[in-house]
T-cell receptor
Framework: DTAVSQTPKYLVTQMGNDKSIKCEQN?????MYWYKQDSKKFLKIMFS???????INETVPNRFSPKSPDKAHLNLHINSLELGDSAVYFC??????????FGSGTRLTVV | KNQVEQSPQSLIILEGKNCTLQ??????????LRWYKQDTGRGPVSLTI?????NTKSNGRYTATLDADTKQSSLHITASQLSDSASYIC????????????FGAGTRLFVKA
């Protein structure tokens, strides 16, 4: 069973479109995250969310918004996509004191 | 400024050889340090996690060390295999919550036959 699953694995879309990436975890973790990995392979956190608190990295444009229908899901919605949004986006989850479990990533290409 | 620096950027070794990857950090106040392995096209997978009081931790052929005084960690890979070819990422967390988790840029390891 996949612990953290994201869909789609690949996403190619045009500038200006709105798209969503879905993430689900079956580990019972209480916190979920979205990370962006750029071309230099740096992993940068975008959001951290548990059922109590959403923490937003202030450097993330407000075109990006996380949506959590329940504890096991944290989807990423992106409005008005730009070329610079092209990257690999990773979902992750954790429980307090434990390491992160990452999804396999979604490669977004904006053309 | 909280930073995590890894060296070398990339490394090529022959199958069966050992290697050591370095991680220096300035993250404070220190909570824990993790090493992750990231295969191409996959998400990072945890190898080890160490807190302030631990200075060595092993996971199979992987051995991580931590010197909290000098703020340095290393990941030693013994008897390398072709499947060890991947990026190895050092991640350091601070005591506070929020975004006090800093990822290094990773070391890209290539193991050749």
């Amino acid at each position: 069973d996949t612990a953290v699953s994201q869909t789609p694995k690949y996403l190619v879309t045009q500038m200006g479109n709105d798209k969503s990436i879905k993430c689900e975890q079956n580990l019972g973790h209480d916190t979920m995250y979205w990370y962006k990995q750029d071309s230099k392979k740096f992993l940068k956190i975008m959001f951290s969310y548990n059922n109590k608190e959403l923490i937003i990295n202030e450097t993330v444009p407000n075109r990006f918004s996380p949506k959590s229908p329940d504890k096991a899901h944290l989807n990423l919605h992106i409005n008005s996509l730009e070329l610079g949004d092209s990257a690999v986006y990773f979902c992750a989850s954790s429980s307090q004191g434990e390491g992160y479990t990452f999804g396999s990533g979604t490669r977004l290409t904006v053309v | 400024k909280n930073q995590v620096e890894q060296s070398p950027q990339s490394l090529i070794i022959l199958e069966g050889k050992n290697c050591t990857l370095q991680c220096n950090y300035t993250v404070s106040p220190f909570s824990n340090l993790r090493w992750y392995k990231q295969d191409t096209g996959r998400g990072p997978v945890s190898l080890t996690i160490m807190t302030f009081s631990e200075n060595t931790k092993s996971n199979g052929r992987y051995t991580a060390t931590l010197d909290a005084d000098t703020k340095q960690s290393s990941l030693h890979i013994t008897a390398s295999q072709l499947s060890d070819s991947a990026s190895y990422i050092c991640v350091v967390s601070a005591h506070t919550g929020g975004f006090k988790t800093i990822f290094g840029a990773g070391t890209r390891l290539f193991v050749k036959a």
